[in-house]
């Protein structure tokens, strides 16, 4: 296991790279983030910036069009993104894990050839169709399906829900889970290559949501959608367990985005505490509220050291499944209790919407929903424990 996991000290070029990243944030993400946020408006000129930084690239190799780094790199500048803008981190991160890393992993080299140089390349996005309405966190009751017909083409009828990057000028792919057939009545469930525009596919009117208002989010309908069998990903019946790893992988870089958020709040909450005078002096020098500061730095600090190590077992070829969730869990919970800490220590003006810490306290409900609940961890980690 790498040594900075112990010592928390990053090699220099993945602290070379968290700097560029933390850069980028504060001097382009931060100063459009409330507008984008104000205005529900995708933000395509910080996504432009972020595809010329790489940042699309970072785990895959060169051979693909990527940064030849690894997950870890990505889930760094997850962090600084998510301190400052946490739409704009989950753009990213479902662009980079959801999108193009189901290619990556189970796609064929033809597959990969066609789709990961411009997915890593960050001028287009990919988009991972699972969720359905009757079907969350029970993946299994996926009821859209895809036939195989005799012209060997698959038609793919059904349809989505909650679906992160599905319906901007620039999504070229989306890759869905579907019912392809039945094995001694337990349904087979494939993944299956869907570029867009196609004609069959729309992306529905957009969610009016309570948090991530510049991420792009849509239900997504298919009608007699037509494409190749050669777009089947992976193994046919292999679709719901590939993306499960897709999911646990996800998992850290979920909770790399939420120690973000948990230490963007700290940051803000520290700046403030220094600044606002109370009674004759900063309310930092009062112990209700630097002691709730502390906590805070706490949290975050824990969060990290669980994602740190969730991908250090990863990058290992280590069994991190529990590591995962565990990350998740304790980061997502540490983001929304910051958040909530954080609008308390800013008092009124916690609650208006021009000032950081509010957003944060919108946008980090859903850490403990998306990528699996906050249930759904406990019940992963309980049965990784041997209950």
């Known amino acids: 296991m790498p ?37 529900h408006s995708f933000p395509y000129e910080v996504v432009s910036g972020m595809a010329d930084m790489g940042l699309f690239g970072l785990p895959f190799p060169e051979e693909y069009g990527g940064m030849g780094g690894d997950y870890f ?87 989505k829900q909650f679906i992160t990057n599905s319906g ?6 989306v890759t869905v889970t579907a019912v392809t057939g039945d094995t001694d009545g337990n349904k087979e469930i494939s993944s ?33 959608v037509r494409v190749p069998a050669e777009n089947l990903l992976g193994e046919r019946g292999r679709g719901y367990a590939n993306f499960l790893r897709i999911l646990d992988e996800g998992r850290i870089a979920i909770a790399a985005l939420s120690v973000g958020s ?32 502390a906590r805070m730095e706490a949290r975050a600090h824990a969060a990290r050291t669980a994602y740190y190590d969730a991908a250090a077992l990863m990058l290992a070829g280590k069994p991190f499944k529990k590591a995962a969730s565990i990350a998740k869990l304790v980061a997502s919970e540490a983001a929304m209790d910051n958040a909530r800490d954080a609008t308390q220590v800013f008092g009124g003006y916690g609650f208006m919407n021009e000032y950081p810490v509010a957003r944060h306290y919108r946008d980090s409900k859903i850490l403990e929903i998306g990528e699996g609940t906050t249930e759904v961890q406990l019940m992963l980690i309980a049965r990784e424990a041997g209950l």
């Open 192 to 224: 299956i290559l869907v570029p867009v525009p196609i004609e069959g596919f729309t992306a529905e009117p957009a969610y009016n949501k309570v948090g991530w208002n510049a991420s792009d989010t849509h239900p997504l309908s298919f009608d007699d």
């Open 3 to 39: 040594e900075f996991i112990a010592t928390g000290m990053l090699p220099d070029h993945y602290e070379q790279l968290a700097k560029t990243v933390r850069d980028f944030a504060q001097s382009v993400v931060a100063p459009v983030a409330a507008k984008h946020d104000e205005e």
């Open 262 to 293: 948990a230490q963007g709040c700290v940051d803000e909450c520290v700046k403030y505490a220094k600044e606002r005078q109370a009674f004759g002096a900063a309310i930092g020098t009062y112990q209700a509220i630097a002691f709730k500061i």
């Open 73 to 159: 790199a990505l889930c760094l500048a997850l962090e600084e993104l998510g301190k400052v803008d946490q739409s704009v981190a989950i753009t990213l991160e479902a662009g980079v894990s959801l999108g193009a890393m189901p290619v990556y992993r189970f796609g064929n080299d033809e597959q990969k050839q066609e789709w990961l140089p411009l997915l890593a390349s960050g001028k287009a996005l990919g988009a991972f169709g699972l969720t359905e309405a009757g079907g969350g966190t029970d993946a299994g009751a996926t009821r859209t399906t895809a036939r195989l017909e005799d012209d060997g083409h698959w038609v793919i009828n059904g349809s």
């Open 168 to 173: 901007t000028d620039i999504t070229k792919l």
